[in-house]
C-alpha cells in the first residue's frame, strides 16, 4: 500500500472541511448574514469617511457629498489634528473626558458586581424580579427623559431640592450656574442609568456558577464573604475582563446625551462637563469645521484601539486565558 504524501492528506483535510461546513454551518451562514450586511453598511463603509480629517472640506452647490470630497476639497495634511491641539481649550477638554471615564470606569464595575451579587443572595423571586425591572428600566430611557428629571430635582425656581431649602429657610443654589456640583450630579445619573443593565450581566453569570462549588464552600465551613471571594468572584473574573477591556476602548469618548443634554448646555458649568464629543458639536455646528471635527474622532477612536490592544497583551501576559482579542 503507498502511503498518501502530504499534499494528499491536505487535500483530503480540506474535502472534509468543506464537506462539514455544508452539513454544519450553511444555516449558520444565512442567519449570520444580516448581521454582516449591517456591521458592512454601519460599521465598515463609513470609515470612508477618515478621508475628512486629512481634507478642507467644502461642499459644491449642485454635487454629491463623495464627488465634493474627492474633487472639490483640498488636501490639509495635519493641520486639522494641528488646529485640534493647538485649541487653548483642548486639554481642559481631555481632562475632563479622562477623569470621568476613569471613574465611570472603577465605579461602573465595583458597583454592578455588588448589586449582581446582593441580588443573587435574594431568595424571594417575586422581589428578585422587581429588583431586575426596577433597575433596568433607567437604561432605557432616553437621555432628554433623563435630562427633564434632573431638571426636575435641580431647577433653580421649582425644584425639589430647592422646595426642600426654601422650606426650611436656607438659601436656595442655582445648580446650572454651581461647576463644583457637576462631577458628582453626572457621576450618579451616569451610575443610576447604567448600573441596571450591567447588573443583569454578571447576574447571569453568578446563576451560571455550578452549585457544586457552593456545596463544597459550605462543606468546609466558608461563610458568606468568604464565598463570595473564593467562589463568585473568580467565576466573574472573565466577564469582569471583558468588560473593563471594552470600556478603556472608549476612554476618550463620553456619552454625548449625559454631558449635552443633562448639563443643558449651561455655558457657566462648561469648565468641568465640557467632554470631547460635546467640544466637537459645538465647534461642529459654530464653526461647520467638518475637518476639525472628523480629525478629534479619527484621535478618540485610534487612540482607544492602542489603549485597548496594550491593556489585553498586558492581561494576557498576566492570564493567558484572559483578554478578548
Known amino acids: 500500500m503507498i502511503p498518501k504524501s502530504k499534499s494528499d492528506n491536505l487535500c483530503d483535510m480540506k474535502d472534509r472541511n468543506r464537506k462539514n461546513f455544508n452539513e454544519k454551518d450553511k444555516a449558520l451562514t444565512v442567519l449570520s448574514l444580516p448581521t454582516l450586511l449591517?456591521?458592512?453598511?454601519?460599521?465598515?463603509?463609513?470609515?470612508?469617511?477618515?478621508?475628512?480629517?486629512?481634507?478642507?472640506?467644502r461642499l459644491i452647490p449642485g454635487?454629491?457629498?463623495?464627488?465634493?470630497?474627492?474633487?472639490?476639497s483640498e488636501w490639509a495634511g495635519f493641520s486639522n489634528f494641528r488646529f485640534l491641539f493647538l485649541n487653548p481649550q483642548i486639554w481642559q477638554v481631555l481632562r475632563n473626558t479622562?477623569?470621568?471615564?476613569?471613574?465611570?470606569?472603577?465605579?461602573?464595575?465595583?458597583?454592578?458586581?455588588?448589586?449582581?451579587?446582593?441580588?443573587?443572595?435574594?431568595r424571594s423571586s417575586k422581589i428578585r424580579s422587581a429588583v431586575q425591572v426596577l433597575m433596568l428600566l433607567p437604561y432605557f430611557l432616553s437621555w432628554v427623559i433623563v435630562s427633564y428629571f434632573v431638571y426636575a430635582f435641580l431647577s433653580a425656581d421649582k425644584g425639589m431640592i430647592n422646595t426642600i431649602l426654601k422650606g426650611i429657610g436656607e438659601q436656595t443654589v442655582n445648580f446650572y450656574k454651581e461647576p463644583s456640583v457637576w462631577p458628582f450630579v453626572l457621576v450618579i445619573?451616569?451610575?443610576?442609568?447604567?448600573?441596571?443593565?450591567?447588573?443583569?450581566?454578571?447576574?447571569?453569570?453568578?446563576?451560571?456558577?455550578d452549585p457544586q462549588l457552593y456545596d463544597l464552600a459550605a462543606v468546609d465551613g466558608a461563610g458568606v464573604f468568604q464565598v463570595i471571594r473564593h467562589v463568585i468572584i473568580p467565576s466573574l473574573k472573565n466577564v469582569i475582563i471583558v468588560m473593563v477591556l471594552l470600556n478603556l476602548g472608549h476612554i476618550l469618548s463620553s456619552d454625548f446625551g449625559l454631558f449635552y443634554q443633562v448639563t443643558r448646555n449651561s455655558g457657566s458649568i462648561g469648565q468641568v462637563t465640557q467632554t470631547i464629543d460635546v467640544f466637537v458639536f459645538k465647534a461642529l455646528t459654530e464653526q461647520s469645521n467638518y475637518?476639525?471635527?472628523?480629525?478629534?474622532?479619527?484621535?478618540?477612536?485610534?487612540?482607544g484601539c492602542i489603549i485597548l490592544l496594550i491593556a489585553d497583551r498586558m492581561i494576557k501576559r498576566i492570564d493567558p486565558e484572559g483578554g478578548v482579542l
Open 63 to 72: 454635487k454629491s457629498f463623495i464627488y465634493s470630497l474627492l474633487f472639490g
Open 189 to 209: 445619573v451616569m451610575l443610576w442609568k447604567s448600573s441596571g443593565y450591567s447588573m443583569l450581566l454578571y447576574y447571569a453569570n453568578i446563576m451560571g456558577i
Open 98 to 122: 479622562l477623569l470621568y471615564n476613569i471613574v465611570f470606569l472603577i465605579l461602573g464595575t465595583v458597583i454592578p458586581v455588588a448589586l449582581a451579587i446582593v441580588l443573587s443572595y435574594i
Open 38 to 57: 449591517w456591521y458592512i453598511a454601519f460599521c465598515y463603509f463609513p470609515l470612508f469617511g477618515i478621508v475628512i480629517a486629512f481634507k478642507r472640506y
Open 291 to 303: 475637518g476639525f471635527s472628523a480629525a478629534a474622532s479619527l484621535m478618540q477612536n485610534g487612540i
